[in-house]
Structures are given as C-alpha cells and as structure tokens.
C-alpha cells in the first residue's frame, strides 16, 4: 500500500466543470454539484479544492486571459480546454500564491489528454513562468489604465456591464463594486428569532464547528439582529443547529425584503414567487407562525422544495400555509383581490445583482437581458397590487442594482392609474460596495 489517492484529480474535475459551465451557459452551482455528486469517492478536502478553484477561475477569468494572451506568442491559438488549464493554473500562481512548480506540473499533466506527445508542455511552462514572474507588475498596469479597461481587464466586469456601472455610479463606486466582487462572499445566516438569537445561535455553532469564523455585519447595514455572518461555512448544512430549523442560509441583501415586509402574527400574506420558500420561512418566522400564508410560484420543482421543508421549518399548526403551483398572472383565479394584508413581490429578473454568489453571470449574462422581463415584472406588480387590502402593504423587490428591473417598473407604476391608491414608503439599494452583500433593490408601497 503506497497510500495514495485513487479516484480523479481535483483539477481535472474543475477544468471539466467550468467547460460544462461555459458549454451549457449554467448555473454554476447547479453544474458543480451534478459534477460532485458524480465522484463520491472524493474527499472532503479535493472537494473543497474543486469549488475554489471552480468560483475562482470564474470571478478572475477576465484578469487570468489577459495575463495569458500577454504571454502567449499567438494569443488566438490558446482556446478550448488548453485555456482552461492555463487559466485555472493561473489563478492557483495569483490568487492561491502556490509554487510555480505544483501549478505548472498540474497543468501538465492535465494537457496530457489534449497533447499526448507533449507538444505544448514548452509553451505552457514559459507562459506560467512569465505569470508567476510578472503578475503583480501586470496586475498594476491592469489597474492603471482607464477605469472602463481596469473594470474590465483587472477587475473581470464584462465590458458591457462595466460601462453601466461607470455611468450610473462613477468610477470610485463602481471600482469598488468590482473590488468587493472580486472575492469570495460571506455566509449569511438568518437567526429564526422566534426560536433563537444571535448570541445562542453563535455559541451553539462554535461548540459544533470550534473554527468557524464569524464576522461583524458592516455598519452601513444597521441594526441586523437576525443576521450571522460568517466566513468560509463549512458544514454548517449539516450539523443540528441547522437540522432543528434555527437558522436558513440566505444573504444579508436577501433578509431585507421580508424585513421591509414586516408580516406580523395573524396577518394573511401572500409570497407570489416564494421559489424554494427561502422567504415564505421568513414570513412566517416573522409572523411567529400565525396566521395565512399563501404562496405561488409557477415552478413546481421549486414549490416542492418548500413543502418537502415544512417540518423542519415548522409550518404547521397554528399556521396555515397554501402552496400554489400558478404562472402569474394568469392562473391565479382561486385568489381573492383586496384580500391581503401584506404581499411580497420578489421578481423573476437577471440576477444580476448576484455576481458573487453567481460569478458565471458574469460570463453567461447579456445586456439585453436586462429589458426582457420588464413587462412580465410590470404585469406581476400591478397584479399583486389588485390583492393588497385597503391599508395594506406590498413589497418589490428584485436581486438586480439595474434600473430598469427596480426603480424603473416601481416608478412606472407609481404613475399609472391603479399605482394612484399606493405610497411609497421607503426604497433600499443593498450593495456590494457598501454592505459586502448581493445587490438587492427594494421598495414598500402602501395602499391607501
Ligand atoms: C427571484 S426568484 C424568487 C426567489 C424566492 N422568493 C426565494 O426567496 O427563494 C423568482 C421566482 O419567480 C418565479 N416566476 C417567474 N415567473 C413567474 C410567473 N409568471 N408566475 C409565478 N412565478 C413566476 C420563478 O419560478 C422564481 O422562482
């Protein structure tokens, strides 16, 4: 028994994800764990590797192919799963500060598929050597040159989605936007504050994971009593604090439509795109569980995963809960209009506010993108306006920093007829930049 390591290399398994990413255009936590799930025989650690490496290459790979076009001789020529290999070796020399002669072996070995003969293993040592030499010099010149290219170049923003963030913020906000995305983001935690609280939820980690390193909520963010932050994670899906339902994983930006909200016991509240109920748990916790929650998506699979939660989350009892599988607005007859006192709109939209949790948006997302829903987000408000009672109140809300998703549809439907009966009461932008969150837009209407 030599005791090595069977099964296939971490990096071999990165580099086939993230060309399943790029190929499909997917969501690369879906493709990262249908890849995971296909190798049980990996370990705790290796899968560990794959995901950084995965997150990494996709939040740096503007950054890593300008360093690789620098030094390749025929830039053009370098594609496909060569590149891949390069880029992930690339981001192990930056990011991971390894030794030159680890990344360079491993990209070596992994061309073997692609170049039995060795063909190319000349050109990939000299182009690792000049990065492992030359980044930190590069990285400045990436910085120094004009903002547009610095977003672009040293920062990873596409292009397009850099010139927006110029425009509508400037250049020191939006480089610090592309800078507080360039790393990996925190693990958010909603407290179930009926059930527990921050201090208890924090000693009970700790006993389970003594490691774990929590962090403060930045000040910007207010009063959050609700919210853990922590770094890294681990298996915190699987110990029994998260089992006996304290808490849900959810980012800070993401806890605060249900926070605006404010659903209270007895209410009756509708959830018109719960999703998987990440935020139909937060209704109800905030609702101490009573009351009516009715909750609609037009994705069963979605619905499913909420209803197979409701033991863990408790929403029995006292609580009542309906799940409605319907496409808005058409096939929502069975609801009565005026009936609800409180109704949240988290709307369907490009995500795009969800670059750190989703970096492969920044590669699969296009600007046009951005207008396709607004008539189906304008559609969904004016009708989840027509179930708010008199005096009640709606929340809109959306994971995009993009006008035209937030405060373009809220605007326009300020100033329509039926948006005559409503009030703004407050609007929030939660950013990356400021509160080291995803970006989340939201607005309070109340009808009068
Ligand atoms: C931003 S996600 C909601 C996330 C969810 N609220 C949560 O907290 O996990 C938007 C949801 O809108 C749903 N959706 C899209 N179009 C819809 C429609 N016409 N009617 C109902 N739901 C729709 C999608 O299936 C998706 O689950």
Redesign the pocket.
Known sequence: MNGAKSGPSPRRVAVRILRDIEQRQGFSNRILSEQLERHPELDRRDRGLITLLVYGVLRHRGRLDKLIDSFADKPKKVKGELRMILRVAAFELVELERPLGIANAEAGKLARRIDPHGRLSGMITAILHMIDRDWPIMDVALSDGSVLDALTHRWSVPRWLAARWLDALGPEQARARAQALSVPPTVDLRVDLHRSDAGTLRELLLAEQPKLEFIDVPEPAGDQPQCLRVRGGGDLFYGPAFEAGLFSIQSLG?QQAVRALDPQPGERVL?????????TVQIAEHMRRRGEIVA????GE?LEVLDAGRERAELEGELKLEIIE???PATADALAADSFDAVLL????TGLGNLGRHPELRWTALESNIGDRAE?QAE?LRWCAGMVRPGGRLVYAV?SLEPEEGEAIVAAFCSSSEGQAFTRELTQSWTPEQHHTDGFWLARLRRG
């Open positions: 993401s959830d018109a795109c719960a999703g998987m109920g990440t935020k609609v998506d037009a994705s979605r319907a496409e808005l988290d709307a369907p939209c189906l969904l994971c």
